[in-house]
């Protein structure tokens, strides 16, 4: 039988100088220096990052400037250049469908989006086949003057 007391007792991994709730010998005992009751005291202690005593937090003292959307679905915008750009490349081919999927999958919009805007920016040169959500005059007039139709869905 091993001679087992206080002066053979290995030392505990992971504890650093003092061992926290091990008795009121320890000097970290009872309250383990959380001291009595509170917020702090209790499991789960702490607060968010952000909290700031009780003050007004920073956050709500700042004045708030710009326009955030908070739509789920935001539409994605189109140009007339971004259309030629792909036609220069041989993607798309004249008197091709464009709509939304081919949109997709060509990587002009993104794949969450469900609702296109066709805008006049830039010029097209060959006719295609455009079914947008939304279209603007200038970006109408552009498609129909290069021999190409635009459909509203």
Known sequence: MSNFGLD??????GIDKKALGRG????CGK???????????????GTVSWFEGGQMPIYRRLPKRGFVCNCKNPASYVNL???????D?????????????????????????????????GELSIALQI???????????????AGGKVQII
């Open 8 to 13: 053979n007792l290995k030392v505990r991994n």
């Open 24 to 27: 009121i010998g320890s000097g």
């Open 31 to 45: 309250t383990s220096s959380y001291g009595h009751k509170g917020g702090k005291a209790r499991s789960g202690r």
């Open 81 to 87: 250049k971004d259309l030629q750009r792909l036609c």
């Open 89 to 121: 490349s041989k993607v798309l081919s004249p008197n091709q469908e464009v709509n939304l999927n081919v949109l997709k999958e060509t990587g002009v919009v993104r794949r969450s989006t469900s609702v296109v805007r066709l805008l006049g920016k």
């Open 131 to 145: 079914s947008v959500n939304y279209a603007s005059g200038a970006a109408t007039r552009g498609v129909e003057s």
